[in-house]
C-alpha cells in the first residue's frame, strides 16, 4: 500500500531563518506531487505542484521553492522566512492527471517567529 | 483562473439535524472531489463525482453534481459528533485541484 511520510511534524523558526520540510511517498511510482499551505482555520492554497523528476510547476509567487530530487521526494524550501509563512504545510500526491483523489500526508505545522 | 466558492463558511448543528454545504465554480468542471478534514489533521479524501447530475450516497452522506457541472453539495443527515470537521470541495484542472475554502461543522450533542 502507498503511504506519504512528512517531516518534521512542528516546527518554529525565526524570521529571516531558512526553511527546508520533506515528503516522500512510498509503494508507487512517478506520483504527481503537490505543496499546499493551510493558513489557521483557512482554506488549502497550492503552493507547487510536480508531475515527474525536475518539473515543479509554481502557483503562487513567494519566497518559497520546491524541488523534486528523486521520483517519491518533494522539498519545500526558503532561503529567509517572512511571518507570513507560518502556517500548516501539507504535501500530497496523486496517480496523475486530474480524475485522480489525492492523498495528504500528515502536515508539518511552521510557526514563524 | 478556475474558482471555487463555499457556503456556509461555518454550520453549528444540534447532534441529529441536517446539514449541507454547497460549493460553487466559475468554470465548468471536469470533475468534483470532496474531502474531510478533522480538527488538527490533514484531508481525507471522500468521494469523487464526474457525471453531470450525478448523485453518491455513503450511509449518511448524500453528494451531488449540478446538471451544468458547476455545482456540487454535500448533504449529511442527522449528524453525529464524528460528522465534526470541515469539509471541502475541490474542482479539478489539469494536474491540480482548485479548493473552495471549506465548511466548518460543529455539532453540538
Known amino acids: 500500500s502507498q503511504t506519504i511520510h512528512q517531516w518534521p511534524a512542528t516546527l518554529v523558526q525565526p524570521v529571516g531563518s531558512p526553511l527546508s520540510l520533506e515528503c516522500t511517498v512510498e509503494?508507487?511510482?512517478?506520483?504527481?506531487l503537490y505543496w499546499y499551505r493551510q493558513a489557521a482555520g483557512r482554506g488549502l492554497q497550492l503552493l507547487f505542484y510536480?508531475?515527474?523528476?525536475?518539473?515543479i510547476s509554481s502557483e503562487v509567487p513567494q519566497n518559497l521553492s520546491a524541488s523534486r530530487p528523486q521520483d517519491r521526494q518533494f522539498i519545500l524550501s526558503s532561503k529567509k522566512l517572512l511571518l507570513s509563512d507560518s502556517g500548516f504545510y501539507l504535501c500530497?500526491?496523486?496517480?496523475?492527471?486530474?480524475?485522480?483523489?489525492?492523498?495528504f500526508g500528515p502536515g508539518t505545522r511552521l510557526t514563524v517567529l | 483562473g478556475q474558482q471555487v466558492m463555499q457556503i456556509p463558511q461555518y454550520q453549528h448543528v444540534q447532534e441529529g439535524e441536517d446539514f449541507t454545504t454547497y460549493c460553487n465554480s466559475s468554470t465548468t468542471l471536469s470533475n468534483i472531489q470532496w474531502y474531510k478534514q478533522r480538527p488538527g489533521g490533514h484531508p481525507v479524501f471522500l468521494i469523487q463525482?464526474?457525471?453531470?447530475?450525478e448523485v453518491k450516497k455513503q450511509k449518511r452522506l448524500t453528494f451531488q453534481f449540478g446538471e451544468a457541472k458547476k455545482n456540487s453539495s454535500l448533504h449529511i443527515t442527522a449528524t453525529q459528533t464524528t460528522d465534526v470537521g470541515t469539509y471541502f470541495c475541490?474542482?479539478?484542472?489539469?494536474?491540480?485541484?482548485?479548493f473552495g475554502k471549506g465548511t466548518k461543522l460543529s455539532v453540538i450533542p
Open positions: 463525482l464526474v457525471k453531470s447530475g
Open positions: 475541490a474542482g479539478a484542472g489539469s494536474y491540480q485541484l482548485t
Open positions: 509503494g508507487t511510482s512517478n506520483p504527481n
Open positions: 500530497a500526491w496523486n496517480r496523475g492527471g486530474d480524475l485522480y483523489e489525492q492523498f
Open positions: 510536480s508531475v515527474g523528476i525536475g518539473q
